[in-house]
């Protein structure tokens, strides 16, 4: 039995079990999860501990020619937001035939527990189409969505019921960005902290009711980057590297304290160049801070003291990664390099020193802006054209351990997502789609 709500345009299954629905094609049940298996959730964007690793073993590392086998795939619109898992619950956010959609799927059926749609105006910059961005958050018995054009939405997160909403153009002003908003929120605590943009750099809303808790105000504005938090010296702090549409290119990463929004550092650190982004995350190292772009200063490893102020270690122009968030890994930072992505980069944490440069990738150009995960022991990557790499990446070089064409279609980019021995992958541009893949040994 389903009840729909016209007004919202939204449709909830009454908690019972998750329904099939047009646009789902199921192939073939998983293989049986391993008793020996360790497992996660990967409940935000940037993974369980915000670090684009997950603590999953026992993954399939070799396959046939055509990949590991699919389980099931949905039909969807456009957008490059990753999906949130916890537990039997799936989120996934995209824009079709006008309006944004937000989605609950069974993890290993792709069937739907609820839909929430709601219509949204969309428009282009410098020829690519606005389209949803940001991941969604699973916070507990929440989730939270930031839509393309502002739409903040706190759902119950079994039964899909929308507990608050506010829109962000509407309540702080429009956020100068080239492509609609892009970056996840933030659960840290109670609060709920968002790059806002418009009248607040960053603001912080009570997790429960959407009360607007502290704004803080600075000229750099909303970026695509997401939030991070973390201890530094024993206190917390939020990092949030900011940068936005604006004349003269500004932007660069701020220190903020989450108990009352005060920004305790700032540090410069945009692309001159207007048409440029901030849009990799921060990365936590110890006291420490990495931050990179890709059009023109490249990357840098900021030192905060124990009063918060924040001095430059060292910097590196050819760590230029331009969406990909780095990852941090036993005393090395690895990542993609470049506006097209086209070289995978290690360089060593303490003395900035590079490693090595692939350019792999590995050599026919089919990784361009991938995406990386650092997962039972290894390293799995997503090529911009379909293509799944396992990769060894350590202070010696890359070396690839198994590879698959999965699909062939560009804009193939963000983080695989793994959970529960499961990967997702969203298929974008040419018969855009949400693939689910058996990693089961």
Known sequence: MRVCTLLFLSCSSLLGAPEAFDRLTFHAAPKTLSREAVTEDWPRFLGPRGDLQSRETNLLKSWPAAGPNRVWEVERGSGHAPVAIVGDYLVMIHTLDGQEVVECLQPETGKRHWVHRYPVKLGSNYGIQDASRAGPVIDGDRVFTVGVRGDLHCFELRSGKVLWKKNLDQEYGPAPLFFGRGGSPLVDGDQLIVNVGGEYSVASFQLRTGELLWGAKHDWHASYASPISAYIHGKKRVFVFAGGMVRPAAGGLLSVDPANGAIEAEVPWRARMFASVNAASPVLIG???????????????????????????????????????????????????????????????????????????????????????????????????????????????????????????????????????????????????????????
């Open 287 to 441: 006291n420490s801070v990495f931050i990179t772009e890709g059009y023109s200063e490249g990357g840098a490893l900021v030192d905060f003291a124990p009063d918060g102020t924040a001095s430059m270690r060292w910097t590196a122009p050819r760590f230029a990664a331009q969406f990909t968030t780095p990852i941090a890994h036993d005393g090395y930072l690895y990542g993609v390099s470049g506006t097209g992505g086209t070289e995978i980069v290690c360089y060593e944490i303490e003395s900035g020193r590079e490693m090595w440069r692939d350019g792999i990738a590995l050599k026919d150009a089919r990784l361009g802006r991938a995406g990386l995960l650092r997962v039972d022991g290894a390293f799995l990557c997503i090529g911009a054209q379909g293509t799944l790499l396992w990769l060894d990446l350590n202070p010696e070089g890359a070396t690839i351990l198994a590879e698959a064409q999965l699909f062939s279609a560009p804009e193939t980019w963000g983080v695989p997502t793994v959970s529960r021995g499961l990967l997702f992958v969203n298929q974008n541009a040419m018969d855009p789609r949400l693939i689910c893949y058996d990693l089961r040994k």
